[in-house]
């Protein structure tokens, strides 16, 4: 058992030592990926309005490359 042991000893410590490393980093990751999540992708150039705000909301892009959310696109279209 010890000629084990001092064959694959450091072995082993060093895969521990490597997936708790590994773990910390993936909490991390996913820590900063939650926080993340809450800025909004889109936002309506009249009301302000996001798509954190209002899930059900859908965006367009209009000609002169500003969002609107599907209320106000007439009155960009009307602007343009």
């Known amino acids: 058992m010890g000629n084990y042991l001092i064959f694959f000893g450091p072995s082993i410590?060093?895969?521990a030592r490597h997936?708790?490393?590994v773990t910390t980093r993936r909490r991390r990751f996913e820590m900063q990926t939650r926080e993340a999540e809450v800025e909004a992708l889109h936002r309506c150039a009249i009301c302000g309005a996001t798509e954190v705000s209002d899930p059900n909301l859908e965006f367009r892009v209009a000609r002169n490359g500003e969002e609107y959310c599907i209320p106000h696109l007439s009155q960009a279209k009307a602007a343009t």
Do not use: Q
Request: overall charge positive; aromatic content about 0%.
């Open 13 to 15: 410590i060093r895969d």
């Open 19 to 21: 997936r708790r490393d």
